[in-house]
């Protein structure tokens, strides 16, 4: 039995001021994910590969530090719409390395190791290191995982959300935005605390749920969020029951088996991409809806479906919205 979450307005909690913090020394080093990265001086044209690095970087005041983006799968935060007018969008996904060496980067930041791993699908470490450029990986998608295994690579462990705070941190470091940085992750982590606070009481005993991400095609199997990553941890913290247990990132899972798991939510993602059918979202609830194993499944037919955007489901700043609003739409849910 699904019980609803009751209606509470989210208290934004106060913080203490903090010191203020140092400036950066340049030059400065810092380590990323194993590997040494040093800046003589504040970065200029930064080239952001992902949009959870971009929108960190509008919240931290650099967008005129910022000479490209690429690889979006929503539109920007309205907050920063009008920074983001104004800096060049590279490509919607994956940019080519020319295009990103060509604006002279002083940094390239990526939340994703395979677009700038081993086997960078823009380029790897050592071909920007050749050129002296300086490329970071969120330590969310490094930190306890094999990228090498599985199309988004394996998790060793379970997400930690300190590797997002880490990555904050680490990124205003380098662009000298401590202050700022301070200031972020103090507010989402408030955010955070408040709405597990909203939940924490309730009946949520044995409440289990799957996420979907997208498929390649309809007819084949989803890409499902897998046991240890970030859904998977969003899931945790509301005291949800992620069905697929598998340690890959994102893994194929055939809808029989999700089926015969009958989770009582399905949490879907919307994006704005059009790389796979299934990532419009309208074509995901006609799918849940039309097919015969989906359509029997407990949460279809109860229309226990949560929409969250894609962006909410990476290590961003728009993952403490993903929390509120999976706590929102659990709300209305029938019991």
């Known amino acids: 039995m699904m019980t609803r979450f009751p209606l509470i307005t989210l208290v934004v909690l106060a913080s203490a001021p903090a010191a203020m913090a140092a400036p950066t020394e340049y030059p400065l080093t810092i380590d990323n994910c194993g590997h040494a990265l ?18 960190i970087l509008y919240a931290l005041g650099q967008a005129d530090r910022m000479a490209g983006t690429s690889l979006w799968f929503n539109e920007v935060l309205p ?4 920074e983001d007018a104004k800096v060049e969008r590279i490509s919607d996904n994956a940019p080519s390395f020319e295009s990103v060496v060509n604006k002279r980067p002083g940094f390239v930041p990526a939340v994703f190791e395979w677009m700038i791993g081993d086997q ?8 920007f290191a050749d050129l002296g450029v300086p490329a970071y990986v969120m330590p969310a998608d490094c930190q306890g995982k094999d990228n090498l295994v599985g199309s988004d690579g394996t998790r060793l462990v379970p997400f930690d959300i300190q590797t997002l705070w880490d990555g904050i941190d680490q990124m205003a470091e380098v662009m000298d935005a401590q202050e700022a940085g301070d200031a972020l992750i103090t507010d989402l982590q408030a955010r955070e605390a408040a709405v597990v606070e ?3 009481d309730l009946d949520l005993a044995d409440v ?12 084949l199997d989803p890409y499902m969020a897998g046991g ?28 029989e088996t999700i089926a015969r798991a009958d989770p009582s939510v399905l949490v879907i ?26 359509s029997q499944m407990i949460a279809v037919r109860g229309n226990r479906i949560v929409i969250l955007d894609a962006e909410a489901m990476h290590a961003s700043i728009r993952l403490i919205d993903g929390l509120e609003h999976l706590a929102r739409g659990m709300e209305g849910l029938a019991e």
């Open 198 to 200: 909203r939940v924490r």
């Open 228 to 255: 240890m990553g970030i859904p998977a941890w969003m899931l945790q913290r509301l005291g949800l029951r992620n069905v697929v247990t598998s340690d890959e990132e994102w893994p194929t899972v055939g809808w």
């Open 269 to 294: 993602a919307r994006m704005d991409r059009r790389r796979f059918p299934a990532d419009d979202v309208d074509e995901k609830l006609r799918f849940l809806k039309s097919d015969p194993v989906t």
């Open 120 to 127: 960078g699908a823009v380029g790897t470490r050592q071909q």
């Open 208 to 219: 289990s749920a799957a996420v979907w991400f997208s498929s390649a095609d309809l007819e």
């Open 79 to 82: 907050r920063f719409a009008e």
């Open 38 to 55: 040093t800046f003589p001086a504040r970065p200029d044209n930064v080239v952001s590969i992902g949009q959870a690095t971009t929108e």
